[in-house]
């Protein structure tokens, strides 16, 4: 793989709103992720779904794992692209030191996490870019809130940059507090509309970013539901739209996810379990290998 330019910019969390850069900036800096060959993973959520929990968990699972394995999983490493203070983790990892949970990305923000995933068994890494968008502004992409600031707009140009590279949309939709299996909400029926208005958006003003995408949904706050449940039925159940989705094409994906145990401010602790699936889907789809080979599958 080339060496990174030393221009190569990283945005870090909680200092990088999008109107502080001129917007070829950002698309340049995007470019040149494409062009060093790194896959775009693209979290999607609207305020609340939980999504920065979620890439808050993914970095506890790639840099907060025992070395010694006693956590469970050895079989993979990861490293930061560039030191920790200047790679977009610093603020997570400290947050996780202190067992707090990471602010929710403010409006007009966007974060850029660049790391490379590498499987003790194969020879072939693979290279990520995180880029964490605002839930608040994916309900601007999708007409549910005002833009007075012309950020969807400017939004739907960086994800146009995405086409030239493979990318994920992990698309983060979340358990209600107090869900009985079987019984759709009002809060159901809003969520599965708008994560499909998202969806149908890119297919009808971007298509062939959308041919050229997967997407992985993820049920987050899945350990809120109270009885044991199958993810595919829960998706039939609750959010009839995307279940539709994951039942008729092969570029849809899904993962029940728990991040732990949080109580308001503070984690209690994280379950690595959730992000080792995430992290090991998210090697399949990149390289078509699984993590382990099927020896090691067979006797782990």
Request: charged share 25%; hydrophobic share 35%.
């Amino acid at each position: 793989m080339p060496q990174v330019p030393t221009n190569f910019k990283y945005k870090i969390v909680g200092n990088n709103l999008i109107t502080d850069f001129e917007e070829s900036e950002i698309l340049k800096d995007i470019a040149l992720r494409i062009q060093h060959g790194r896959r775009l993973i693209i979290p999607i959520g609207l305020p609340q779904a939980g999504k920065s929990m979620f890439i808050a968990s993914l970095i506890a699972y790639a840099f907060k794992r025992k070395s010694d394995g006693k956590d469970g999983d050895n079989s993979c490493n990861f490293s930061h692209v560039f030191p920790k203070e200047y790679s977009g983790v610093k603020q997570i990892t400290n947050a996780l030191d202190k067992n707090d949970t990471l602010p929710s990305t403010r409006s007009n923000e966007i974060t850029i996490i660049d790391l490379d995933m590498k499987s003790r068994y194969r020879k072939r890494p693979i290279h990520i870019t995180l880029i964490d968008l605002a839930g608040e502004d994916v309900e601007r992409l999708i007409g549910k809130r005002e833009d007075t600031e012309g950020t969807a707009a400017k939004i739907k140009k960086i994800l146009a940059a995405c086409v030239a590279k493979k990318a994920i949309f992990a698309i983060i939709t979340p358990v209600e507090s107090g869900t009985v299996l079987g019984q759709r909400s009002d809060f159901d029926t809003e969520e599965d509309s708008e994560m499909k208005s998202f969806i149908d958006d890119l297919h009808q003003n971007n298509p062939k970013l959308y041919n050229m995408t997967k997407f992985l949904f993820v049920i987050s706050k899945w350990d809120t539901l109270p009885q044991r449940c199958d993810a595919v039925k829960y998706l039939q159940y609750h959010r009839q739209q995307l279940f539709t989705e994951v039942s008729s094409n092969a570029k849809y994906g899904l993962v029940p996810y728990s991040v732990g145990n949080v109580v308001g401010n503070t984690i209690i602790d994280i379950i690595l379990r959730s992000p080792k699936n995430f992290w090991y889907t998210l090697y399949r789809w990149c390289t078509g290998q699984h993590v382990l080979p099927w020896w090691k599958r067979l006797f782990s």
